[in-house]
DNA sequence: CAACAACTGGCAAACGATTGCCGCGGATGA
DNA sequence: TCATCCGCGGCAATCGTTTGCCAGTTGTTG
């Protein structure tokens, strides 16, 4: 049974002052003088003091606390911006609940609805909901948001910019003689595919290939098969995945019903996860960087969680770029 | 600006109750007559009401919150493990704070002091603390280790058999012909690294074959080519390496030196993480079963959290088994 | 020398929910 | 009819911190 531990009125006794000065030497620095704030800290330290989570919030209104809603825990595209967003949050004072929605939009509403009043801010990865209610969210809950942008809204976002990726990604293809290909999309909500989608057609018409659009289909390794069949049927000689996860899942497939890869098809993923490099043939992939992107996202949430200045500071969208493996390669003649 | 979540008082006055009378209309069914327990209901759903963590925790002293402590992030391992620590967690209704310690003990220890009072209880992933902090810690906060067992520890915890599953692996080894036989070892301050240690000692000499004892090393892929060139140094035909993750810079080494796997030198993992059957050789391991663990741990912390019988309860070994793979074959002539 | 500012430290009121205690009214039993 | 008990709902204390306000002291300036 842990016994009680130390409030900050013991340390206010233990140093003869009144509590309202203790809380000033611990938190206001210059407030109290210099002789008395070192013996309330002394006696802090001795009692192992620290400071209440709950009765600060309570007084202040802040928890020092962000969330982080991500769509799938498991996928290892997420892993970067947990380790970007955790690290300047840290720095920041802050601490980190993680939240995995699985896909479901209703389960992120639901999120957002229980941990209001929790956290003092949300940062939302690849969100699944839809603008409206992204933009009513943002009202209610400082916010930014990963890979995902509202018109008109007033709050940041970092975002990648995954269709220039994919774009680069189609010239590769393109330069290796192909021209008939396909883009295996993802969920229907997601506002990174349908920006693909815009840019690939136009990247298309202008170099003269054909595109055909398929899926949607869940980004998971599990709904590989499903893809690989498909994009064979379709008779293309190159296909750009929706992200690595589907992609291995694809690669998986085409093994194992004998397909030479890049010989007869060539396969391009997005996001170089963990695993990429490791996949034989290594997947050539659009590489994004998801850490820099935690990074910026909790710097941009800091900066809106200042109480003196504070701001919504300018969005950020971060450069991708094309990592040729060994999965591509000329089309068959 | 987002304007003022509706308090527990704006249900009561718009119920025309107490305060005290919605607060039990909320949380304790039965106390309050039926159909004004309908109407406080009725009044909260209008409102969009829902209770303050801050004032709950001060009040009741339980945030419903507890913090889930691992040593390193970016390793897919504990992947399974949040997962299965999270679902069970939202059911129970609590949230989860990340920690990512970074390998570091000192992290770790500052980590709980920090959090100490935030949370209700805490998750230790494979903590790197001595046996006394641990032990210290665990009067402090209610606490569920996993792959850390205390002497005479007071808290339960959820271990798995790993090994159990290296024992199987020398043995797999040792019948496809290897006689000289390496294990990779993990951190010192790895209590699975201890055990494993011992447990393969003594199947060696049961097995009557020489056991070379490596490291430590980092857990990280990057410490991969240093134990590739010690093991290859070390003259064996078989290794067994600390984690996946390392196993998998090994296999990346040992390409990069032109080293065939199997057929020169047979290597085995631990954890079967993600990506252990895309690298290639597809990498034979001793699968662990994370998101059971992650279940059984969130379980056992809650069974410890009940208000009414809080109990700890026994503890959990979970068995683990070889799977494999392409990683391993017969002894080199 | 008077007036004023700057600096310190204390008092007490929030913040929002939980919960022990009490009192009121109606039902029950003797 | 009276004593008792129970069901229900209100009062008010409590949790630990922050912070607006004020008062006392000291130092500064015209």
Redesign the interface.
């Known amino acids: 049974m ?1 016994e009680r ?1 130390p409030t900050l009125r013991d340390v206010a006794e233990r140093s003869g002052v009144a509590v309202s000065t203790a809380s000033r030497a611990l938190c206001m620095p210059g407030r109290v003088n210099a002789v008395t704030a070192e013996r309330v800290l002394a006696a802090a330290r001795d009692l ?1 003091y ?1 400071a ?4 600060r ?2 007084s202040s209104g802040r ?1 020092q ?1 962000v969330a982080l809603v991500v769509p799938d ?2 996928n ?1 595209f997420f ?2 911006i ?2 970007g967003t ?1 690290s300047r949050l840290r720095e920041g004072g802050y ?6 929605t699985e896909e479901s939009v209703e389960a992120e509403e639901r999120t957002l ?6 956290v003092d801010g949300v940062i939302l990865a690849a969100s699944r909901m839809g603008d409206d209610d992204i933009a009513r969210w943002s ?4 916010l930014v948001t990963i890979n995902r942008t509202v018109p008109g809204a007033e709050f940041a976002s970092v975002a990648m910019d995954t269709p220039n990726g994919e774009v680069q990604a189609l010239e590769h293809l393109v330069s290796l003689g192909h021209s008939r290909i396909a883009y295996a999309g993802g969920p229907r909500t997601s506002w990174s595919d349908g920006h693909r989608r815009e840019a690939l057609a136009l990247a298309a018409g202008r170099l003269g290939v054909e595109l055909v659009g398929l899926g949607p289909y869940a980004p998971k390794r599990e709904a590989g098969p499903a893809v690989a069949d498909a994009v064979l049927a379709s008779g293309v000689t190159g296909v750009l995945v929706f992200n690595d996860l589907l992609a ?1 899942g694809v690669l998986d497939r085409l093994a194992a019903r004998g397909v030479d890869v890049p010989g007869r098809l060539s396969v391009v993923g997005c996001d170089d996860v ?2 990429a490099d ?3 043939p290594a997947l050539t992939t659009v590489a994004v960087p998801t850490e820099r992107a935690g990074h910026h996202a909790a710097d941009l949430l800091l900066a809106a969680l200042d109480r003196l200045h504070p701001r919504v500071a300018a969005s950020v969208e971060l450069p991708t770029h094309l990592v040729v493996r060994d999965s591509t390669g000329p089309a068959q003649a």
Chains 1, 2 share one sequence.
């Open positions: 842990p531990a192992g620290s209440s989570a709950a009765g919030a309570l928890t606390t825990i498991m290892p892993f970067g947990m380790r955790q601490v980190h609940v993680l939240v995995d609805r229980s941990i209001r009043g929790t009202q209610d809950v400082p291995f963990f695993g490791l996949v034989r």
